[in-house]
């Protein structure tokens, strides 16, 4: 009982429901400035849907019935736009969290004819992220206000709780509605002797001309996705509950939502519902995978830290190192060479690399190795893969052997820099 | 002390409202069942609105058929040739996904479905399993009368948008509409093309045009985006 306590007093999934909050959000403007052209048409006063229909048709609330002036229309059509930009980048999480799920409802409810299940399952959801710590991670959140009333820890842990909980049921929800799909499914006919997929494909609606004719007219694409969709769906609930079947349910979701909306062109279906799968890894697992990534992709970088241009193209670099996935370590540095077991002359011809594999590259393609890994690089990649087909080390070599190279204690300060450009690198 | 109180109030206040909210949707989205007879009341007033939820998701009967909206208006004496209203959006639907014509033919589609009475009421097909003359059976109740009319509200606008397009923006009277239900061939000769389906057509009487859309936005009409809604 004590431990069950002591583990809804923490929070979980901190970094997963940080992750949902921009994935919903993002979705969100996206879906705003997708419509943006139509949004008289499809949520206006003069709209396909007219002003006074939906009042009478109004089920809880919606900020559209304010009034049904064109001015006031746009006024709120733009605030919402402003408040889902706010809730992915994560200002003020807590209350933009509730105004964004309001916009969301207020559009649905505005516009009850174009929604589909992926807006269904989000609408649900936003409503419990309410409850949900979601500005922890990844967000220019602002400080959270101490409560005076109750001492910090008590109401740290009530939060907690709530954040749990709510977790829990936007789980279950979704648990729920693979449950409930499969179930329909399994009862239905044409899913029954394999052949739904087929005549899905067949509506042009839910088509993708040229690629699906061929799809559809093959017995196995045809009985596999359709069976594989109800076991899919049946099976989602129970086999989250072991962490190796929890992780295969992951990756047949994003197949399964992916193809969906390959075949069928439901793209924001598939984004709302994979918004929600960052919640099924744990904080730990996160930190695990990211630990673990850190390791694969961490590279050691040997350059001459006797070099003026070396050491200012490697500062430089290493402002683009986002990631910090890459050290810098000069080889001219004691007993640098020896603890890395690097070929002096080699080091000194070359710039050298050491990634996970223990591997050692040098030149351009240590160049490529810290360019893959910066992100603000990324333009540059091509640019090494291509130099390197082209003229493999010689523009490497052509600069780096016409550096400059001071000893320490000789000049200092006022040293002449190599007449070479910044490329060269080491 | 008090700290360890207001920690477990909270945490079973939680897990009442988590329980009662699982239990709740778990009951609202079994099919009917005695259980649910008995509760059902009870199950609505705790799920609607705020989690109303429907899982169908083309299951247990998908989708089939398509539905092809076919527009004609009138100024004065004059009479369009029908066009199709429905091919074009489609066109530019799988030209790209990343379209709001997704969610523009979502309008008339489902526009054409209510104005058809077509429900997935899972209790209406038990009834009618039983006692196929019953009044709802037949379409002749209130409930399908205000679906249908919602239906005709959403055609009517379409339709009457799609006039604008044709004849120029608030120059026609009057608006006539058609289904063509169109049913793709069966997996059997699922190497027939499209047109070996089997198609009928539903023609619905005149109806009065009405202009949609602010005044003020009518300079948009020369927006491709608008402008595809109604099929050109």
């Given at each position: 009982?004590?431990s069950?306590?002591?583990?809804?007093?923490?929070?979980?999934?901190l970094?997963?429901?940080?992750?949902?909050?921009?994935?919903?959000?993002?979705w969100?403007?996206?879906?705003?400035?997708?419509?943006?052209?139509?949004r008289?048409?499809?949520?206006?006063p003069?709209?396909?849907?007219?002003?006074?229909?939906?009042?009478?048709?109004?089920?809880?609330?919606?900020?559209?019935?304010?009034?049904?002036?064109?001015?006031?229309f746009?006024?709120?059509?733009?605030l919402g736009?402003?408040?889902?930009v706010?809730?992915?980048l994560?200002?003020?999480?807590?209350?933009?969290?509730?105004?964004?799920?309001?916009?969301?409802?207020?559009?649905?409810?505005?516009?009850?004819?174009?929604g589909d299940?992926?807006?269904?399952?989000?609408?649900?959801?936003?409503?419990f992220?309410?409850?949900?710590?979601?500005?922890?991670?990844?967000?220019?959140?602002?400080?959270?206000?101490?409560?005076?009333?109750?001492?910090?820890t008590?109401s740290?842990?009530?939060?907690?709780?709530?954040?749990?909980?709510?977790?829990?049921?936007?789980?279950?929800?979704?648990?729920?509605?693979?449950?409930s799909t499969?179930?329909?499914?399994?009862?239905?006919e044409?899913?029954?002797?394999?052949?739904?997929?087929?005549?899905?494909?067949r509506?042009?609606?839910?088509?993708?001309?040229?690629?699906?004719?061929?799809?559809?007219?093959?017995?196995y694409?045809?009985?596999?996705?359709?069976?594989?969709?109800?076991?899919f769906?049946?099976?989602?609930?129970?086999?989250?509950?072991?962490?190796?079947?929890?992780?295969a349910?992951i990756?047949?979701?994003?197949?399964?939502?992916?193809?969906?909306?390959l075949?069928?062109?439901?793209?924001?279906?598939?984004?709302?519902?994979?918004?929600i799968?960052?919640?099924?890894l744990?904080?730990?697992e996160?930190?695990?995978?990211?630990?673990?990534?850190?390791?694969?992709?961490?590279l050691?970088?040997?350059?001459?830290?006797?070099?003026?241009?070396?050491?200012?193209?490697i500062?430089?670099?290493?402002?683009?190192?986002?990631?910090?996935?890459?050290r810098?370590?000069?080889?001219?540095?004691?007993?640098v060479?020896?603890?890395?077991?690097?070929?002096?002359?080699?080091?000194?011809?070359?710039?050298?690399?050491?990634?996970?594999?223990?591997?050692?590259?040098?030149?351009i393609?240590a160049?490529?190795?810290?360019?893959?890994?910066?992100i603000?690089l990324?333009?540059?990649?091509?640019?090494?893969?291509?130099?390197?087909?082209?003229?493999?080390q010689?523009?490497?070599?052509?600069?780096?052997?016409?550096?400059?190279i001071?000893?320490p204690?000789?000049?200092?300060?006022?040293?002449?820099?190599?007449?070479?450009?910044?490329?060269?690198g080491? | 002390?008090?700290?360890?109180?207001?920690?477990?109030?909270?945490?079973?206040?939680?897990?009442?409202?988590?329980?009662?909210y699982?239990?709740?949707?778990?009951?609202?989205?079994?099919?009917?069942?005695?259980?649910?007879?008995?509760?059902?009341?009870?199950?609505f007033?705790?799920q609607?609105?705020?989690?109303v939820?429907?899982?169908?998701?083309?299951?247990?009967?998908?989708?089939?058929?398509?539905?092809?909206l076919?527009?004609?208006c009138?100024?004065?004496?004059?009479?369009?040739?029908w066009?199709?209203?429905?091919?074009?959006?489609?066109a530019?639907?799988?030209?790209?996904?990343?379209?709001?014509?997704?969610?523009?033919?979502?309008?008339?589609?489902n526009?054409?479905?209510?104005?058809?009475?077509?429900?997935?009421?899972?209790w209406?097909?038990?009834?009618?399993?039983r006692?196929?003359?019953?009044?709802r059976?037949r379409?002749?109740?209130?409930e399908t009368?205000?679906q249908?009319?919602i239906g005709?509200?959403l055609?009517?606008?379409?339709?009457?948008?799609?006039?604008?397009?044709?004849?120029?923006?608030?120059?026609?009277t009057?608006?006539?509409?058609?289904?063509?239900v169109?049913?793709?061939?069966?997996?059997?000769?699922?190497h027939?093309?499209?047109?070996?389906?089997?198609?009928?057509?539903i023609?619905?009487?005149w109806?009065?045009?009405?202009?949609?859309?602010?005044?003020?936005?009518?300079?948009?009409?020369?927006?491709?985006?608008?402008?595809?809604?109604?099929?050109?």
């Open positions: 009982m004590k069950v306590a002591g583990w809804l007093f923490r929070e979980h999934w970094i997963g429901a940080s992750i949902t909050r921009i994935m919903l959000g993002a969100a403007v996206y879906y705003y400035l997708l419509h943006y052209p139509v008289s048409l499809l949520w206006g003069a709209g396909i849907w007219p002003y006074d229909r939906f009042i009478e048709h109004l089920q809880l609330f919606s900020v559209w019935q304010l009034g049904p002036s064109p001015v006031l746009e006024a709120l059509f733009h736009i402003v408040i889902a706010a809730y992915t994560g200002l003020w999480p807590r209350v933009m969290g509730v105004l964004h799920w309001v916009m969301i409802w207020s559009l649905g409810e505005r516009n009850p004819f174009i299940g992926g807006d269904n399952i989000m609408r649900i959801v936003l409503l992220l309410i409850l949900v710590n979601t500005g922890a991670y990844f967000s220019l959140k602002s400080p959270r206000p101490a409560d005076a009333t109750l001492s910090p008590t740290h842990q009530v939060a907690a709780v709530i954040h749990n909980f709510g977790v829990l049921l936007i789980l279950a929800q979704l648990s729920m509605l693979y449950m499969g179930l329909y499914k399994a009862m239905g044409l899913w029954q002797n394999g052949t739904a997929l087929y005549y899905i494909l509506v042009e609606e839910f088509s993708w001309p040229g690629v699906a004719d061929s799809a559809f007219r093959s017995p694409f045809v009985v596999l996705g359709t069976y594989g969709t109800v076991l769906e049946l099976l989602f609930f129970p086999l989250l509950f072991n962490r190796w079947t929890r992780y349910m990756v047949a979701g994003g197949v399964f939502h992916l193809g969906i909306t075949f069928m062109g439901l793209v924001t279906f598939a984004w709302s519902m994979f918004s799968y960052p919640l099924l744990t904080d730990r996160y930190e695990g995978l990211t630990a673990w990534l850190r390791r694969r992709l961490g050691v970088v040997f350059y001459d830290g006797w070099c003026p241009l070396c050491t200012r193209s500062r430089w670099l290493g402002r683009f190192d986002l990631l910090s996935l890459v810098f370590v000069s080889f001219r540095d004691p007993g060479v020896e603890r890395y077991g690097l070929d002096e002359r080699g080091a000194e011809r070359r710039i050298q690399s050491v990634g996970w594999s223990g591997r050692l590259h040098e030149g393609t160049m490529l190795d810290i360019a893959v890994r910066s603000p990324w333009p540059a990649v091509p640019v090494f893969i291509i130099c390197r087909m082209i003229a493999g010689r523009v490497y070599d052509a600069i780096a052997s016409r550096r400059l001071l000893v204690g000789g000049c200092v300060g006022h040293c002449p820099l190599g007449e070479t450009s910044d490329a060269g080491r | 002390m008090g700290r360890v109180i207001v920690g477990w109030a909270v945490i079973l206040m939680m897990a009442a409202f988590a329980i009662v699982i239990a709740n949707t778990v009951l609202y989205l079994t099919p009917p069942n005695p259980v649910k007879v008995r509760l059902l009341p009870l199950v007033a705790i609607h609105p705020l989690f939820q429907n899982w169908h998701l083309f299951a247990p009967d998908p989708i089939r058929s398509n539905f092809v076919a527009v004609r009138r100024t004065g004496d004059r009479i369009t040739p066009r199709d209203a429905t091919k074009p959006m489609l530019r639907l799988h030209q790209d996904r990343n379209s709001p014509m997704s969610r523009l033919l979502r309008i008339q589609q526009a054409i479905r209510l104005a058809f009475g077509w429900t997935s009421n899972e209406l097909q038990l009834l009618c399993r006692e196929a003359r019953h009044a059976c379409g002749e109740d209130p009368a205000r249908q009319e005709f509200v055609l009517r606008r379409s339709g009457s948008l799609a006039c604008d397009e044709v004849v120029g923006a608030g120059r026609a009057a608006v006539q509409l058609g289904v063509l169109h049913q793709p061939p069966p997996w059997s000769k699922r027939l093309p499209d047109e070996g389906g089997s198609t009928r057509s023609v619905f009487p109806m009065r045009y009405q202009p949609l859309i602010a005044r003020e936005d009518r300079g948009r009409d020369a927006d491709p985006k608008i402008r595809g809604v109604t099929g050109r």
